[in-house]
């Protein structure tokens, strides 16, 4: 697994105020999308383009295009949803999957509730949003999700990352290199509630209300 920290005074400044108990979610979902926009910017570092002859009106050059097949962009419900727009601006010709897991609140392990997916994800590059890596366990069963279908490269889109979290991906990636974790933040730890520490609190609860 790679790790990249997004390293910017703007992802600074909007996690702070993300951060804040006192923050409206009318503004904590504005911020979820800003954040998600500059992570976005990271995380299609590598997406594949192809070689593509355009007329300017001035002559014919050669630029890019993303390569088919469209890289396909999967929010985790519920919270991944509100990272959705922010990443389909950057990337507004990718196709859409809904994957729903949610962690059983007892044994933190991740139960998948939902999912509107292709079979066939040969070839595909998968964008994985889901803002809080904490156990990992989430994460890990919906990398392997994709994988299974044949997904070649996952770039998992993150806002925040416990250290136990991502050592889970890690180590249940063996070594793989063909997927990438990109967050805002990695925090200090998880409490006995397997809450990120210091956090945000629960993403879902803050994007939505207590539902
Ligand atoms: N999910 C959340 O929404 N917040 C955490 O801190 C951990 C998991």
Known sequence: MRLHVADHPLV??????????????????????ELVTLLAYEATRHVR?????????????????ISAPAPIVIPILRAGLGMLEGMTRLLPTAEVG?????????????VTYANRLPDDLTDRQVFLLDPMLATGGTLV???DYVLERGAREVTCV??????????VVDRALGGRVDVEVVVAAVDERLNEKKYIVPGL???GDR?????
């Open 49 to 65: 383009i192809e070689p593509h002859v355009i007329e300017t009106p001035v002559t014919t050059t050669t630029g890019a295009k």
């Open 158 to 167: 993150c806002l925040l990352a416990a250290p136990e979290g991502l050592e």
């Open 141 to 143: 069963a919906a990398i």
């Open 12 to 33: 600074d400044h909007k996690l702070t105020v993300l951060r804040d108990k006192n923050t409206p979610s009318a503004t904590f979902r504005q911020l979820v999308d």
């Open 201 to 203: 609190g629960d993403a």
């Open 207 to 211: 994007l939505y209300g207590v539902v």
């Open 98 to 110: 809904f994957l729903g897991l949610q962690r059983d609140e007892t044994t933190y392990e991740a």
